[in-house]
């Protein structure tokens, strides 16, 4: 503890309180793996470190003893205990009793870390992992709970009863014994999952080679076997016709009915629900018709469809037969809930300490079930002699339940390597006549060891879905890894789960680098899932319309099964919101990073920005590839962040200090993709190590306008290089970039060129100071090329607006700087103006400009319009044929709309909807218009059949 520690402001009150709470659901600016972040706000307790604080550490340690075994920085067992008698800050102290919270319901985690925030004294941040992000976030609160009371007792607050609550919490969120083996051994293969709802639903692998599982069912388990195996009348006639062991059996629905079936079948019977699992409503050894009116009404009960079975009671032990892909994969045991006596203790009693059992819980939250005391146990009680108060001899099994089912209480005997052959055969051949990928084989027999058929024994049940948990923790024996067959049967040895992911990031041109990727590798016939500003694109269909540069969108995009090839946009917010969407990306593309969205979320730096856009090079494997900027020295940096191979892009020319950079790598290797100058125009050339690869000429790609368009240029090297370590062939890497436009139906607001009466307009999202700068020097190189054919001095009109949300200097600066490309300015404002007041933001515009003016810049006038579509217009008047328009705009579909007004000419996507995907040439309302039309013209007969009627 430093010696440089805040004056208390006051006595020490519990104050500590949550200021905002985040996940993290992937790697992210504080940790590679997901993780729950806390700010939190000291208050008075800044001034108090826990040895301050008069027996904190060790009423702490009474509470919470597992804290002992935490190392924290000091790396060996008991560091964190020697931090707090040191004296440590409790904001660092509720980030380790978050953690060891959900040590104690079983989550293994241990990294974490609390950093102050910058200029914030008392407020820090606190990380720290997670497993189950709702159990993550009550530890936390809890945690804080926790450090209050300690420093000041809470009224009310039973500590005992808090902690047993967030358990039943955290067991009621965590997945079952089943679906948990399961995910274990794909986690180990490296299979990724995704939880899609809050029970057992769980997503295995990505895109097109995603599989399903509900507890053990399977996206291979056949609906109809599933349905035959719930029919157990059903089960046993055709288990029956295949010669199949099994007992006699009649349905019935009546409890005379099972009476009558009860004498045909032959006492003792059973009686069971047609359509029941878990073992409810069995009931067994029925030997009278009073017995078997009395168990009918029960068994009924548990009837979804009120049918009841009876069958013939076959005597011996109950054995389940695990079959996985028509292969036993292990057997158990079943023996039913039970207590042994000691001589000393009543049934009840006995009941109590089994079920104090710390591997008993409720229902299947823990490896073994509860014994429920209820009106059947007491009757079953007593028909051994005794009553609950009794105590039974030592060493007399006193059974509680009949059945062996581990939901209501029983034990389970590992036998797996006990069965006879010829029952293995008889479990496999009934697992593959029903249909199911995953049985469970429900066997009564004297002894699994010997042959059903010589010995007696039946087949009483199939179930689809068997639970795991009696193989892998049985009682007794040796567990079986019984989830590594279900994994192969859904990924054999040596197929794929994953689908290949490239990240795109940076300040400017992700979102086209993004598209143009995307189009490459539609070439190569890959059903290409896309993230973007613009929503999220599935085989170049826009399926979704909105800021999808998120992780809620990634993960949309790799839960489609259409998609073999992911490209995401990956924007500054999401990372800072929720980290990535996934655990890693194959390919990170960083265009450059340069100053926008400053002052928001803590990020106040260029440097801070470069470090969040950086995650997404963390973020790459081994194996995988960065595809980085190097005329940009802060993407240039990033290289030391990245764990694959670097593939380097840039625009300068041989000879220059960035490709004497990249020349240096490529003798090691490395590859590159640069420009080559030639009499003849500029080439794009892929490089590896020595070797040197032609691509395409610049000017002859569409994108570039004749190779003015900068900005697409770089943005069709970093797509080149991303493509280039997909594997991609050279001549697909060549032809997607010939055949890439920035027409509106391939690049909707990235540079459109349309036609407005002889007036040369340009519609683009620029919206900050560096994109203005690159748009810029294209209308600069643009009206070069186009003066020197035409006599007519073309003049260039800008519509220029900013985002409410940025900071004034930045909002000045993007005016200065669209100030010296543009004779005439025309300022709007965006439709949501961030909380400024109208007029703010395109004032601070006319300011940047006014001065960039008195410097001399191109600029000769003003004009504020606030109104995007008043803008728009006035832009437009202000030209004569042959000037140049650009309009960087807000809702381009709005805009393109009232272009197309002026022309009388349809104008691609000027029919878009701003809220709904859909096609851009096509008016919702004159479909339906259509539609009803051609409805009107139906037979009168067909439409009195299909519309509603009154009353």
């Known amino acids: 503890m430093t010696s440089d520690r805040p004056t208390p402001t006051g006595p020490a009150a519990p104050e500590l309180r949550i200021v ?108 720290y992992a997670y497993t189950d992000e709702r159990v993550a976030l009550a530890a936390g609160e809890l945690a804080v709970r926790l450090v209050n009371h300690l420093v000041q007792p809470e009224e009310g607050f039973d500590v005992d009863a808090a902690l047993e609550e967030f358990q039943l919490r955290a067991q009621r969120s965590s997945f079952g014994p089943s679906t948990a083996a399961i995910i274990e051994e794909a986690v180990s293969r490296d299979i990724p999952f995704t939880r899609l709802n809050e029970h057992s639903l769980v997503q295995l692998g990505q895109g097109v080679h995603a599989q399903r599982i509900r507890a053990t069912m399977t996206s291979r388990t056949s609906a109809l076997a599933v349905d035959i195996a719930g029919d157990k009348n059903l089960t046993a006639r055709i288990l029956g016709s295949a010669g199949l062991p099994v007992p006699k059996a009649e349905t019935v629905r ?79 045991e079943r023996v039913p809930a039970h207590v042994i006596g000691d001589g000393e203790h009543s049934v009840r009693e006995l009941v109590d300490l089994t079920n104090a059992d710390p591997r008993r819980g409720v229902g299947h939250e823990k490896v073994l079930t509860r014994i429920t005391v209820d009106d059947a146990a007491i009757e079953l009680v007593r028909e051994q002699g ?7 001899p030592r060493d007399t099994m006193v059974k509680l339940v009949m059945t062996g089912n581990m939901s209501t209480g029983g034990i389970s005997v590992d036998r797996t390597f006990d069965a006879h052959p010829d029952n293995v055969e008889i479990a496999e ?103 973007s500003t613009d929503g999220i694109v599935i085989d170049e269909r826009l399926v979704i319309k909105a800021d999808a540069s998120g992780p809620r969108s990634a993960k949309m995009v790799l839960q489609n099964p259409r998609v073999d090839l992911a490209v995401m946009e990956v924007a500054r917010g999401g990372i800072l919101r929720e980290g990535l969407g996934y655990d890693r990306n194959d390919v990170a593309v960083v265009t450059n990073v340069q100053p926008d969205h400053l002052g928001m979320r803590g990020i106040d730096t260029v440097e801070q920005l470069a470090r969040v856009k950086s995650v997404v090079v ?26 694959g191979t670097v593939v380097w892009f840039s625009l300068e020319p041989p000879g220059s200090e960035t490709r004497e950079f990249i020349e240096e790598r490529l003798r090691r290797g490395a590859r590159a993709v640069v420009l080559d100058p030639t009499d003849r125009g500029e080439m794009i050339v892929l490089r590896q190590g020595r070797r040197a690869m032609p691509l395409a000429w610049t000017h002859l790609l569409p994108s570039t306008f004749g190779g003015a368009a900068r900005m697409n ?119 949501n103006l961030r909380r400024r007041p109208p007029g703010e933001a395109a004032g601070l515009l006319d300011e940047g400009a006014q001065k960039a003016m008195a410097e001399g810049a191109r600029c000769r006038t003003t004009e504020i319009v606030l109104d995007e579509p008043t803008a728009t217009r006035h832009a437009i008047v202000r030209a004569n044929a042959g000037d140049l328009v650009v309009l960087c705009v807000d809702k381009h579909a709005r805009v393109l709309s009232q272009l197309e007004g002026y022309t009388h000419q349809a104008a691609a996507g000027s029919r ?40």
């Open 713 to 831: 240029v770089a943005n069709a090297l970093a797509a080149a290089g991303a493509a280039f370590a997909l594997d991609a062939p050279l001549h697909d890497i060549r032809q997607g970039l010939r055949t890439f436009n920035t027409s509106y139906y391939q690049s909707p607001g990235r540079l459109n060129r349309l036609d407005v009466n002889n007036i040369e307009v340009f519609v683009d999202y620029c919206h900050n100071p560096p994109g203005m700068e690159r748009l810029g020097e294209f209308v600069e190189g643009y009206v070069k090329h186009k003066q020197g054919s035409t006599t007519h001095r073309i003049s260039r009109i800008g519509m220029v607006g900013a985002a409410g949300d940025r900071r004034d200097e930045d909002i000045r600066e993007l005016g200065y700087v669209a100030a010296k490309f543009f004779d005439v300015l025309v300022l709007r404002e965006d439709d």
């Open 254 to 332: 009546s409890a005379d009915g099972a009476v009558s079936a009860a004498r045909r079948v032959g006492f003792p019977v059973v009686l069971k629900p047609l359509d029941g699992n878990h073992g409810r409503g069995v009931c067994l050894d029925l030997r009278s018709d009073e017995q078997v009116r009395e168990a009918f009404g029960i068994a009924e009960a548990q009837s979804r469809r009120g049918i009841v079975q009876v069958e013939s009671f076959i005597t011996g032990k109950d054995y389940r037969c695990l079959i996985i892909g028509g292969r036993m994969a292990a057997i158990a």
């Open 912 to 951: 878009a909807d701003e809220e709904q995907a859909g096609d851009p040439d096509l008016d919702a309302s004159d479909l339906v218009l259509h539609d009803v039309q051609a409805t009107s013209m139906d037979d009168p007969e067909v439409r009195a059949a299909v519309e509603p009627r009154d009353g």
């Open 386 to 392: 005794f009553e609950l108060d009794d105590v039974p």
């Open 429 to 531: 051949e009934a697992a593959q006549l029903i249909g199911l990928d995953v049985a469970g084989i429900d066997f009564i027999c004297p002894d699994i060891t010997v042959p059903v058929r010589e010995t007696g024994g039946a087949i009483c049940e199939v179930n689809a879905a068997p639970g795991f948990r009696m193989h892998t923790h049985p009682t007794v024996g040796e567990p079986q890894f019984i989830a590594k067959p279900v994994v192969d049967l859904l990924f054999p040895p040596g197929s794929p789960s994953r689908v290949p992911i490239v990240a795109v990031t940076g300040t400017n041109g992700k979102t086209t680098t993004s598209r143009m990727l995307a189009h490459i590798m539609k070439g190569l016939g890959r059903k290409v899932g896309m993230t």
């Open 20 to 127: 905002e709470q985040r996940v993290y659901r992937g790697p992210n600016v504080w940790s590679y793996e997901p993780a729950v972040h806390l700010v939190v706000d000291l208050g008075v307790l800044e001034g108090y470190p826990t040895d301050a604080l008069p027996g904190f550490t060790e009423r702490l340690l009474q509470i919470l003893p597992g804290l002992e075994g935490h190392t924290c920085s000091r790396g060996h067992r008991g560091g964190f205990v020697e931090r707090l008698v040191e004296g440590t800050w409790l904001g660092h102290v509720a980030e380790h009793v978050a953690l060891q919270l959900q040590q104690e319901v079983g989550h293994d985690l241990r990294r974490g870390k609390t950093r102050g925030v910058r200029g914030r004294p008392g407020v820090y941040n606190v990380i």
């Open 618 to 643: 963390e973020a790459v494997p081994r194996d995988g590839y960065a595809v980085l900027n190097a005329d940009d020295p802060l993407v240039r940096e990033m290289r030391r962040r990245c764990s």
